[in-house]
Every structure is written in C-alpha cells, then in structure tokens.
C-alpha cells in the first residue's frame, strides 16, 4: 500500500510538472529572475531626476517644479503620515505661501537609494535635511526620511507620483 502511494503522490508531481511547463510555455511567463535581468530601469537618470527636482525647488523654480509630478489622481503627498497634498497645484500653493514670507529651503540628501519596481518605476529613499533660510540667515531646519515613487513617462522623462517625508518630531512649527 506504502509502494502504490508514493507511486501516486510522484505520477502527481510530474503530471503537475508537466502542467506547469506548458501553462509556462503558453502564456510567455518566465521566472522572475529572467524578467529582473531584462529590466533596464535607468537607476542614474531617476537619481539625477531626484537631485535635479531638489535644486528647482531650491533655486525656487516653482513652475519647473510643478512639471516633475503627474497630473492626475494617482499623486499624493505626505508628512509625517498625514496626506498633505493630494495634486501638484496644491504643493504649487503651498510652496508660493512659504517663498512669499520669503524663505527659501534647502534640502540635502544622505545614502539615496534607488530601487526599481519594474520595467517604468522606482522607489527613491534617503534621509534628508532641510534647512530654510531669510533675509536674516538660516530660520530653522528639519531632518529626517524621505520616499519618492517615480514613474517613467513614454516621453523620456520622469515624474514623481507619490512622496512621503518623516521627521523624528512631526512636522516643524510655525
């Protein structure tokens, strides 16, 4: 009885195999360490991207910087774990009202990591310290981690969909 079991439990894992194989065969899926190695995510060009996003908002370039996020409802921003903005014409807003008291901020990355997920985005990481300056010199800074998911556009370029920032104390106070 042991004999005809096994003998069972064997003809079923070649059959499952075999079904495997063809299901495989037919549809084109390969395994995943395949499609990785065929996946050229341009890992430079989206950190360059972040590095260039960072300088327009520090040269207060406000509507260069508006062109880096999508247009549609999949952008979102958040703060310390709390959706901030939910469209680039928000985040537009909200960097005049700070440029209008006049502060200007500048941001500083450490160990950005690129990751990519897939074949058209990645996922940027870093810590990061921002400080922001007046007329009067340096008016305060805040530290902390940074995400930007990008998306790789049909254009060639770039476009930031989702951003979260951490800070150890929440946000700064006014």
């Known amino acids: ?14 059959i499952f195999a075999g079904l495997a194989t063809t299901m495989v065969a037919a549809t084109g899926i390969r395994p995943s360490a395949t499609i990785q190695s065929e996946v050229a995510v341009d890992v430079d060009g989206a950190r360059n991207f972040i590095l260039e996003y960072l300088k327009l908002l520090e040269d207060g370039e406000i509507e260069k910087v508006r062109k880096q996020y999508v247009n549609d409802d999949r952008f979102a921003w958040f703060t310390d774990g709390q959706k901030r903005y939910s469209t680039p014409d928000e985040v537009i807003k909200g960097l005049n009202e700070v440029r209008a008291t006049g502060v200007r901020l500048r941001t500083s990355t450490h160990d950005l990591e690129i990751l990519p997920l897939g074949s058209s985005h990645v996922s940027a990481r870093t810590s990061f310290e921002t400080r922001a300056f007046g007329p009067e010199g340096e008016r305060f800074s805040f530290s902390g981690i ?24 929440g946000p700064p106070s006014d």
């Not at 940074?146 to 951490?166: A, C, D, N, P, R």
């Open 146 to 169: 940074m995400t930007i998911v990008l998306e790789f556009q049909v254009g060639g370029s770039w476009k930031i969909i989702y951003g979260h920032t951490s800070t150890p104390g």
């Open 1 to 14: 009885m042991y004999q005809i079991k096994t003998r069972m439990a064997v003809v079923s894992v070649v």
